[in-house]
C-alpha cells in the first residue's frame, strides 16, 4: 500500500489536497484522457490507492473510467466529464409556466401532506384542491392547442 494515501498520519487535508491534484491531472489531460496506470506512477500511487482515488472522483461524476489496454495490460482510460459552461446554464430561461398558480405553494396544510403513508388522509392522491387545479389547467392547455391549429 503506498504510504502517499494510506497512511496514518496523511491529514484529511493532505488528502484532499492529492485528491485535487490528481483531478488537475485528469483535467489536464484533456478529451484524450489519462491511463490509470500512468496516473499511479507519476504520484507514486499504487494500484489500490489509485483505484480508490479515482473511483471517488468517479462517484462524484466528475470523471469517467473506460476499460482500456496499456502496454499489454488491462488498465482504465479517464477522462473529465464534460460540464455544461455555467454561463450557458445562467442563460436558459426556467420555465414556471407548468407550476403557475399551483395550489400547493400557498397550502395552509402543505407540511402535513405528504404521499409517504397511504392512510395519511392529507396528500395529493386525496386533494380535490390539487385536482381541480389539474383539471382546469388541462382544459386552459387544451384550449391554447386548440386556438394554435386554427
Ligand atoms: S396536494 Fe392539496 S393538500 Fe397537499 S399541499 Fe397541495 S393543495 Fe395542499
Same mark, same amino acid.
Given at each position: ?38 496516473? &499511479?506512477? *507519476?504520484?507514486? #500511487?499504487? !494500484? ?10 468517479? $462517484?462524484?461524476?466528475? =470523471? ?42 400557498? &397550502?395552509? *396544510?402543505?407540511? #402535513?401532506? !405528504? ?10 392522491? $386525496?386533494?380535490?384542491? =390539487? ?20
Amino acid at each position: 500500500m503506498s504510504s502517499e494515501i494510506s497512511g496514518s498520519k496523511m491529514s484529511v487535508r493532505s488528502k484532499s489536497d492529492l485528491i485535487d491534484k490528481v483531478f488537475d491531472a485528469i483535467t489536464t489531460s484533456g478529451e484524450e484522457g489519462i491511463f490509470q496506470t500512468e496516473l &499511479c506512477k *507519476s504520484f507514486s #500511487l499504487d !494500484s489500490r490507492d489509485g483505484s480508490r482515488l479515482v473511483g471517488n472522483l468517479e $462517484k462524484q461524476s466528475l =470523471i469517467t473510467r473506460e476499460k482500456a489496454l496499456y502496454n499489454g495490460r488491462w488498465t482504465y482510460k479517464l477522462i473529465v466529464k464534460k460540464s455544461i459552461p455555467i454561463d450557458i446554464v445562467e442563460q436558459k430561461p426556467i420555465d414556471l409556466s407548468t407550476v403557475e398558480g399551483a395550489p400547493c405553494i400557498c &397550502c395552509p *396544510s402543505q407540511h #402535513l401532506c !405528504s404521499i409517504e403513508d397511504e392512510s395519511n388522509p392529507i396528500s395529493p392522491a $386525496k386533494c380535490q384542491i =390539487i385536482e381541480e387545479w389539474v383539471t382546469t389547467s388541462f382544459n386552459k392547455f387544451m384550449v391554447i392547442q386548440q386556438t394554435d391549429l386554427i
